[in-house]
């Protein structure tokens, strides 16, 4: 059965350093999404992708974030410079154009700053 | 921003019964809802879902009840199995969210299936 797939399954960096995480969504989906959960914390939404394009985002997905789907597979997330509160599990997700709106999640990148 | 709620952090049931896992909403332009279970590091696995112009939705061992006029939501495990121990997370999507429908979790329930 596809599923989505994310890359590293840790991360490690020092507070200022610019990190990617990758995704590699189920191939016939249109949507893609990043939501992070902070320990303890609920599941949050941060940007969605449509089009080749940002189609929402919350108030989280500020200008240190940014999202690129550099070929026709991947979806990464970057965060230019790191602060210690953007410690979180981040999870890709991704779904079908249509009448259904069940998303489909990878299995997570711990990432840690210290 | 507690849209999505989920009052029981916590519910035990003995193996073969029916589980019983709650979720109230505040905002009613949600119209769609899920319903994800979650081991420890791995993503949250899609469970079942429900359009808000149903009131039930069943798949196998799976039932899902929307009471719109309560604005709460539930989901019947029947009969639990010990492998159904995981942590349960309700979600919503609205149509004001534009094509997207990102999803709003709430806080999630530890069941627990006691042999």
């Known amino acids: 059965e596809p599923e989505v797939t994310q890359t590293p399954s840790h991360q490690v960096t020092q507070m200022g350093q610019e990190v990617i995480l990758r995704c590699v969504p189920i191939?016939?989906?249109?949507?893609f999404y990043w939501y992070r959960q902070i320990l303890g914390q609920k599941v949050e939404f941060l940007v969605s992708f449509y089009n080749n394009e940002i189609s929402e985002k919350s108030e989280i997905f500020d200008d240190q974030f940014s999202v690129e789907r550099p070929d026709g597979s991947n979806f990464t997330l970057k965060i230019r410079s790191t602060k210690l509160e953007d410690s979180a599990m981040y999870f890709c997700a991704s779904r079908q154009q249509g009448a259904t709106y069940e998303q489909f999640f990878g299995p997570g990148t711990r990432l840690t700053v210290l | 921003d507690q849209q999505v709620k989920q009052n029981s952090p916590s519910l035990s049931v003995q193996e073969g019964r029916i589980s019983i896992l709650n979720c109230d909403y505040t905002n009613s332009m949600f119209d769609y809802f899920l319903w994800y279970k979650k081991y420890p590091a791995e993503g949250p696995t899609f469970l079942i879902s429900?359009?808000?112009?149903?009131d039930k939705n069943e798949d196998g061992r799976f039932t899902v009840f929307l009471n719109k006029s309560a604005k709460h939501l539930s989901l019947h495990i029947v009969p639990s199995q010990p492998g159904d121990s995981a942590v349960y997370f309700c979600a919503a999507s609205s149509s004001l969210s534009g094509s997207a429908r990102q999803l709003t979790f709430g806080s999630g329930t530890q069941l627990t299936v006691l042999p």
């Open positions: 429900i359009s808000s112009i149903k």
């Open positions: 191939s016939n989906h249109l949507y």
